[in-house]
């Protein structure tokens, strides 16, 4: 047999806190699915140069010593290829004013290395120091990466915020039913009714909005998700490009909305309590 409900809202009431928890719930997978989608970016793009570096022989004297080392750890070395002086002199060409032919003399024979692991390039690099520079990409990229990492922090923090707010809003709705149903609660007590009762009936009230609420919210909240990362990832711009997200971040989002009911219906059993007993 289906157990009535003995609390309800006014129709103004009961749409205008759906309309709240469906923006909260909102900016909730938004703020989830911006933070795992850069977490997922800078994850791809230290993996993409963890293990890749340049070697610069500024001393042309050094170059015969250079290729022995490069020679006896070739088991280290995944793939190496020379950059030639033209294609130095194209990089260089938006700040070149002249022809480059005076920068030949200049520029250092380098070699951009990928290695099997990072162990082994760090080995490789403590002996090649001694010949030539050796930059490690990872080392040159960490600004960027620090920056992405703090972004996602950010989308994180944006998150809690959200989640406190939900807790602030369901605390509300609970207090105020209790409100407009004063008589009602006075009733149940003359009539023997558990404090469970009376906190189960509460949260039926809450779960049917933030059901409501967390399935508006979370439609409207894909699409855009799929705009910002289809935008940021056709930018093809350096770690921009490599933001997306994973099947376990897919996972998240989803369970995100079920996750906001539940903790909308374990803030609303406590409210009631606490209510009940300043009663």
Not at 158 to 173: A, D, N, P
């Amino acid at each position: 047999m289906k157990t009535p409900i003995v609390f309800s809202l006014f129709r103004e009431q009961s749409i205008f806190m759906t309309a709240i928890m469906s923006l909260l719930t909102f900016l909730a997978v938004l703020s989830l699915g911006i933070g795992l989608a850069i977490g997922t970016g800078v994850m791809r793009w230290n993996a993409q140069w963890d293990t890749i570096a340049t070697i610069q022989v500024v001393n042309p004297d050094n170059a015969v010593a250079v290729k022995k080392i490069i020679y006896d750890n070739q088991n280290k070395i995944k793939n190496i290829t020379e950059i030639t002086p033209q294609q130095m002199e194209n990089l260089l060409r938006p700040w070149i004013s002249s022809d480059g032919n005076a920068l030949q003399a200049y520029l250092p024979q380098m070699y951009e290395v990928k290695f099997y692991t990072r162990n082994e390039m760090n080995a490789f690099g403590s002996a090649v120091s001694n010949y030539a520079r050796f930059l490690t990409h990872y080392q040159a990229l960490r600004p960027s990466i620090a920056a992405g990492w703090h972004m996602a922090m950010i989308a994180i923090l944006v998150l809690i915020l959200v989640i406190g707010t939900i807790g602030v809003c369901i605390s509300y709705i609970a207090r105020n039913t209790a409100q407009l149903h004063k008589h009602e609660l006075e009733i149940l007590n003359q009539v023997g009714a558990t404090d469970a009762y009376i906190a189960k009936q509460m949260q039926m009230i809450v779960a049917r909005i933030c059901i409501a609420a967390s399935a508006s919210g979370f439609i409207a909240a894909f699409p855009v998700l799929l705009l910002i990362i289809g935008v940021a990832t056709s930018a093809r711009i350096g770690l921009m490009s490599m933001i997306g997200l994973t099947g376990f971040g897919w996972v998240c989002l989803i369970l995100m909305p079920i996750a906001i009911v539940m903790f909308a219906i374990c803030i609303t059993r406590r409210t009631t309590f606490k209510i009940l007993q300043n009663k």
